[in-house]
């Protein structure tokens, strides 16, 4: 881990994987084990939120990784979760970190 990244909250993974029932997020995946994957990273957004977690196998996190697999797909996929599960607000409107600085390049 780098030096001053700060370790994720337990709570804040807890959260987060409990919202997907412990699986991968992508809706037609579901695949086991999961890990916890940024949907913008760190370094844009300097703190770990909730929001911005999303819990992938390996291989949908690899996905997310190059690029096969869009930010906004993985946001997608958190909100199909909480409406299918009926206990979040309403979130039709594009929350603002989805607008992520086009930092694309490497
Ligand atoms: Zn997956």
Redesign the pocket.
């Known amino acids: 881990m780098p030096q001053g990244r700060p370790a994720m909250p337990v709570a804040m993974k807890r959260r987060v994987l409990m919202e997907v029932g412990h699986r ?3 809706p037609t ?3 086991v084990p ?1 890990e916890l994957a940024l949907t913008v990273p760190y370094a844009d957004v300097k703190k770990h939120t909730f929001e911005n977690l999303i819990a ?6 690899t ?1 997310c990784d190059r690029g096969d697999i869009d930010r906004l797909s993985m946001h997608g996929a958190r909100r199909t979760w909480r409406w299918s599960h009926g206990h979040s607000r309403c979130q039709r409107h594009t929350p603002a970190h989805t607008k992520t600085p086009s930092q694309r390049k490497r």
């Open positions: 991968c997020a992508i995946c579901r695949t999961v992938l196998c390996p291989t949908c996190h996905r």
